[in-house]
């Protein structure tokens, strides 16, 4: 997969099967629209490619950054293992924003020759979000592509979106984001000091810095699988407060099962595979021992 940072008109790429957006998480309705990508993209001896940002549109027009579901890196990823050939990265920049649809796809290709336009029917675009459906098919014949439009996924009446996995992640349903992700949500972050209750009662625990940006689930007690150093562990992660030790700070730290080892400073990933209870303030750090080794049981049954 090659990935390109903004138009380089040195080079010019033919017969492009090409696909636009921010793409958070990729999860089952992007996938639907990427796998036609790359399959027509393969059925004509073409270049597969998707357009898409570093950061969120919504952080340029609102003026704060929105808490995604993938990191760009993450995104890379698993936009590598889809096989699409090309991705460009565009800044969403005012400049960017203030392109009416046709100057955005005038300035698309000039640098890219675009057989067939793949997108979702609830797709918007330019200036004012002036482009949509029903533009794409209007301009057809002006700028020489095919439109195809794939159709949103549901559940029940709602469509499939980032947006709705975000709100399923700050509940807690992390079981219902992995079904519409394809894939376990995540946590990204760097061990650093904690205060070392965890230890004192059998429980060490990793405390994580997240990394910035991202969503993290909701207030809780997850069970998780932990990758540390390139291998997976078990793991019971507690994403809040502490109130049994009267502190109400937030904070992320996960027991890893069956680890010892000193990670500090290490970068770990965490995917959510369970959420087990919410977090519990007890009247003893015995209760609370004796509520960990239930957590235990459960996430090792992961």
């Not at 009416?100 to 336009?117: A, G, W, Y």
């Not at 996960?254 to 209870?277: C, P, S, T, W």
């Not at 977090?279 to 049954?301: H, M, N, P, W």
């Amino acid at each position: 997969m090659e990935v390109r940072r903004g138009f380089s008109q040195r080079e010019k790429y033919k017969d492009v099967i090409l696909t636009i957006g921010f793409y958070d998480g990729i999860h089952k309705g992007h996938q639907e629209i990427i796998r036609y990508v790359t399959g027509q993209a393969k059925r004509r001896k073409g270049k597969s490619c998707i357009i898409t940002f570093p950061s969120h549109p919504f952080g340029f027009f609102s003026g704060r950054p929105l808490s995604l579901i993938t990191t760009w890196e993450e995104k890379e990823e698993i936009l590598a293992q889809t096989g699409i050939d090309l991705v460009v990265l565009l800044d969403f920049t005012s400049q960017l924003a203030s392109l009416s649809p046709h100057s955005f796809i005038e300035k698309i290709r000039q640098v890219l020759e675009i057989r067939e336009m793949v997108v979702g029917e609830d797709f918007v675009f330019g200036n004012k979000r002036e482009g949509d459906v029903r533009w794409l098919r209007e301009n057809e014949k002006v700028f020489e592509y095919k439109l195809k439009v794939i159709p949103c996924l549901k559940v029940g009446e709602e469509k499939v979106s980032s947006s709705l996995i975000r709100h399923w992640l700050k509940e807690g349903e992390v079981k219902k984001a992995t079904l519409w992700l394809g894939r376990y949500p995540t946590i990204l972050g760097k061990v650093i000091k904690g205060k070392r209750r965890g230890r004192n009662l059998g429980y060490p625990t990793a405390n994580l810095e997240p990394y910035p940006q991202k969503l993290l689930p909701g207030p809780g007690v997850y069970a998780g699988k932990v990758m540390v150093g390139g291998n997976y562990y078990k793991g019971i992660v507690n994403v809040g407060s502490k109130p049994t030790f009267k502190d109400m700070s937030f904070g992320v730290e996960v027991h890893i099962l069956g680890f010892q080892d000193d990670i500090y400073g290490e970068e770990i990933k965490i995917e959510l595979v369970a959420r087990l209870r919410e977090i519990e303030q007890f009247s003893s750090s015995l209760d609370l021992v004796k509520r960990l080794e239930e957590d235990k049981r459960e996430a090792e049954k992961i």
